[in-house]
């Protein structure tokens, strides 16, 4: 069974049993009382319990709860199993120095005991009297137990009120429903004992056995039912245990947000008493130094101040040290009529009457009564009217105040619903006549039956009743024989009765023996199935509380293995960031350099470039001065013979190649885009329908920018460049129409 509410123990649980071994257990020691020793009554112990002194744990070792590091460790040593790289901290333990400087935390030495020298205890007689005493006890310390007297069991039956000689009075009794319903298993159990099949027969041992085998398998299923009421009953103890705890938390709560208001409140009050002491401190300043404005000094005028009764002379200030009600004695009136007997009656008898005599006139009523005094109904009517009347005017024109804020916030509880009141529905009149008909007929059957007891015991006791019909019948004679037969009859009735009683004495030792064993038995069997049923809660607790760990431990290992590929992620994001944050450094500090670079060689160069133009220009007019004509045709000659007539043949040349390359790249083109001409025709049409509403947009643009509605002969043209620039150029471009158009399609 999965208990939802198990919880595990802290380190506050953890505290509370450290301070429970620690009051209780081997450090409790007796210590003897002297006066009552040998006492052996409850009011009056012969021993106390004390805490031993000596403290068994060095004070060195830490007492606090170490299962949150320990916890801690071995999460860390299963991640460990999975990932290799994580590394574990070692625990590195300092060496204790047992047999160096730290001997004295882990070896005590004994103390030897003192003997005191042995008084005379016979000087002073003894300390000690025991006298006897007579002790009223009260009901509640007399004997609950109810008394149970002796009984002897008939030979060769066993009475079925022997089998619960094990239930004592508080312990199963007075009997319940669950005692009830253990007597009727014992009782349907014995019944099944009855219908066994014998040991002796061979051909039932199968069916003994089978008869045995569901019987167990019943017993197992009624302990599994019991044991699950017992955790549903604990489990409703606990769910009651947690609700009280959290309401005691809430009142707690509440108290202390009550005490933290009061303390506000205090502090609050505190402040406003130093405000006011600083106000009225302050008021005296001001109006001290308003009496001299201009700040100049006085002298003191002594017969001002003892002509002034409300200077300081004849009332000083409590502020400066002089209280003046010390010596209030001295101004006691002391008068002969408030101390003197005979002064009161004298001052009593000087007073008028109207002092001493009070007199109450009846007040008026405010409405008519009659001669008798009574009111009429009349008046109390209008009386009663009047009153309703000012109550509405009252209500009605009474203004609504404004809501306050509360102060604190306090939780209102629904009261718990009512369950419907239940309706007895009144019955029809054939069911009772019917009812009583039953009734009566029942009246019929006890009578009947009564009957038939009264005849049966007549039947059974027929022999006595004859006997004493001719007891009374018989003569003088007869009645002696009857006394003589009746004298030997009872003197073998005694004698049968001495011989039974020693029976009945030796069954009754028999029978105490056999209940001494039965009762061991059945205590053996009720604590072996109390051990049973603790054994398999205990197995269960143990159950759930490995799966919680194992859940925990699987929680805790996805987490962590969340948090190392976050870890991981945020590394390598910082890491990227880093990177490009790198790359785009060098990347601009190298364009930076190629600029400046760039721009000094552009400007070396320049500079260069134009001393050299300079030079050269000066060598070509210095040589144009000195150059005649001959010269001149040498140098137009060369000119002619090393350019135009070498590029004239390369253009020939170059005709030529090509003339020789025309079929053949004609057939290439013919193979190439022979077969591809469709398709591609095809996938740009496609393309032209799907994009015709972004054209659409954009009909009113300017042609050249869109690639595909370009002209023919801007496509030509470059193909033409481009060939030309292979040495392919031509005279007429009529037959690169074609390539143009499928570069377009393209």
């Not at 320990?70 to 047992?98: F, G």
């Amino acid at each position: 069974m999965l208990v939802p509410l198990y919880t595990l123990s802290s380190e506050k649980d953890h505290s509370k049993s450290n301070v429970q071994v620690q009051l209780v257990g081997d450090r409790m020691v007796k210590a003897p009382m002297l006066r009552s020793m040998f006492s052996t009554l409850v009011h009056f112990p012969g021993y106390s319990l004390l805490l031993e002194g000596k403290d068994p744990v060095p004070p060195f070792i830490n007492r606090r709860w170490r299962g949150r590091a320990q916890h801690c460790l071995e999460a860390l040593q299963q991640l460990a199993v999975a990932q290799s790289s994580l590394q574990i901290p070692q625990i590195v333990y300092e060496d204790p120095e047992v047999s160096g400087r730290n001997r004295y935390k882990y070896f005590a030495r004994t103390e030897p005991v003192v003997h005191s020298a042995l008084r005379d205890s016979n000087v002073f007689g003894p300390k000690l009297r025991t006298l006897g005493t007579q002790t009223d006890y009260r009901d509640g310390e007399a004997q609950t137990d109810p008394y149970s007297p002796e009984y002897v069991v008939p030979h060769g039956s066993i009475p079925e009120l022997l089998t619960l000689a094990t239930l004592t009075w508080g312990r199963e009794l007075p009997a319940g429903l669950a005692e009830v319903e253990m007597i009727e298993r014992a009782r349907e159990k014995r019944a099944w004992e009855a219908t066994l099949p014998a040991m002796d027969d061979t051909s039932q041992i199968a069916k003994r056995r089978k008869m045995m085998d569901d019987m167990e398998r019943k017993e197992w299923a009624f302990r599994e039912q019991e044991i699950e009421k017992l955790q549903e009953v604990r489990l409703e103890v606990l769910k009651k245990l947690l609700w009280r705890r959290v309401e005691n938390q809430n009142e707690l709560d509440a108290k202390r947000l009550n005490d933290h208001w009061q303390n506000h409140q205090k502090a609050k009050e505190e402040k406003i008493k130093k405000i006011q002491h600083d106000c009225a401190l302050m008021l005296r300043k001001l109006i001290a130094k308003r009496k001299n404005v201009m700040g100049k000094l006085e002298r003191r005028d002594i017969i001002k101040e003892y002509t002034d009764f409300a200077s300081q002379t004849y009332a000083p200030l409590s502020r400066i040290g002089y209280f003046p009600d010390n010596h209030s004695e001295r101004y006691v009136v002391k008068s002969f009529y408030l101390e003197t007997f005979a002064g009161l009656c004298e001052l009593e008898a000087s007073l008028p009457e109207s002092v001493t005599q009070v007199e109450i006139k009846a007040p008026t009523p405010k409405y008519t009564t009659t001669k008798t005094g009574f009111i009429k109904r009349a008046a109390r009517l209008e009386v009663e009217l009047a009153q309703v009347h000012q109550a509405l005017l009252e209500k009605k024109n009474k203004i609504k105040e404004p809501k306050k804020p509360l102060r604190l916030l306090e939780k209102v509880e629904k009261p718990v619903p009512r369950p419907p009141t239940p309706i007895l529905e009144k019955p029809s009149i054939e069911e009772e006549e019917r009812e009583l008909a039953v009734i009566y007929l029942q009246k019929l059957l006890r009578g009947r039956a009564i009957q038939n007891m009264m005849f049966e015991g007549k039947e059974k006791r027929l022999e006595l009743i004859q006997e004493l019909h001719t007891t009374h019948a018989l003569q003088e004679d007869r009645q002696l024989l009857l006394k003589a037969e009746e004298q030997m009859t009872l003197a073998l009735r005694q004698q049968y009765d001495l011989q039974m009683h020693k029976l009945s004495s030796v069954e009754k030792h028999l029978a105490r023996e056999e209940g001494r064993v039965l009762a061991n038995m059945f205590d053996f069997l009720s604590k072996e199935l109390l051990r049973l049923q603790e054994e398999r809660k205990i197995h269960a607790f143990v159950m759930l509380a490995e799966r919680q760990r194992r859940m925990r431990e699987a929680e805790e290992s996805g987490r962590r293995q969340v948090e190392e590929r976050r870890r991981k992620e945020e590394d390598e994001i910082f890491k990227q960031v880093v990177k490009m944050h790198q790359s785009t450094i060098d990347s601009y500090l190298e364009d930076i350099i190629l600029s400046s670079m760039e721009n000094t060689a552009e400007e070396q160069a320049r500079e260069e470039v134009q001393r050299i133009a300079v030079e050269i220009n000066d060598i070509a007019y210095e040589m144009e001065s000195r150059r005649t004509r001959l010269q001149s045709e040498e140098i137009v000659a060369e000119l002619v013979y090393s350019f135009l007539i070498p590029e004239a043949e390369k253009m020939s040349m170059r005709e030529k190649v090509r003339q020789s390359q025309r079929k053949h790249i004609y057939a290439a083109h013919q193979i190439i885009h022979g077969d591809t001409e469709s398709v591609v025709a095809d996938l740009a049409l496609h393309r032209e329908t799907s994009a015709t509403g972004v054209f659409s947009t954009s009909t009113n643009q300017p042609p050249h920018l869109s690639v595909r509605q370009r002209p023919a002969w801007t496509w030509s043209s470059k193909f033409t460049e481009s060939q030309n620039h292979m040495g392919l150029e031509g005279t007429s471009g009529d037959h690169l129409v074609q390539p143009p158009c499928q570069i377009r399609s393209i």
